[in-house]
């Protein structure tokens, strides 16, 4: 009888994970193959050499190409999900690809965490540019100490 009950949470459990887990692939799949495609529609076009070129004066600091802005300001501002979506569509190294993750790590959906602070009652006008200026100098940091 125990096995009997056992069996059934174990079998409801596996359903429940199942359902939430393909639940939460649909979402992240619904912002990130969107992403994805204007990305590489972008990369057909000369508009993301445009925005690359922009960029590319600050984004050498950081060791990054110029297009990975597009990457930086989504991250920052929407979510890692499309972030990473953009990231993927870039023809990016290891070592670049450290430098951003290490960046977004710390300054990343800034809109919506800067709901979350105020609501913690901490000041947001504070912690918000702290987080955009240490993830910035992080990535700095790690430019130009990570070996080459």
Request: proline share 5%.
């Amino acid at each position: 009888m125990r096995q009997l009950i056992f069996n059934n949470r174990l079998a409801g459990s596996a359903r429940l994970g199942f359902q939430r887990g393909v639940h939460v692939f649909s979402q992240l799949a619904s912002i990130m193959i969107p992403v994805y495609i204007v990305t590489a529609l972008l990369k057909l076009t000369p508009a993301l050499d445009y925005i690359s070129g922009l960029f590319q004066p600050f984004m050498k600091y950081l060791g990054l190409p110029g297009e990975a802005a597009i990457a930086l300001v989504t991250g920052t501002f929407v979510n890692l999900y499309a972030a990473a979506a953009i990231i993927a569509g870039l023809d990016m190294t290891g070592r670049q690809l450290t430098i951003i993750a290490v960046i977004l790590g710390i300054s990343h959906s800034q809109i919506m965490e800067t709901a979350i602070v105020g609501k913690m009652k901490a000041r947001p006008w504070l912690v918000t540019p702290m987080r955009v200026v240490f993830g910035l100098s992080t990535g700095m940091a790690v430019h130009y100490f990570m070996p080459v």
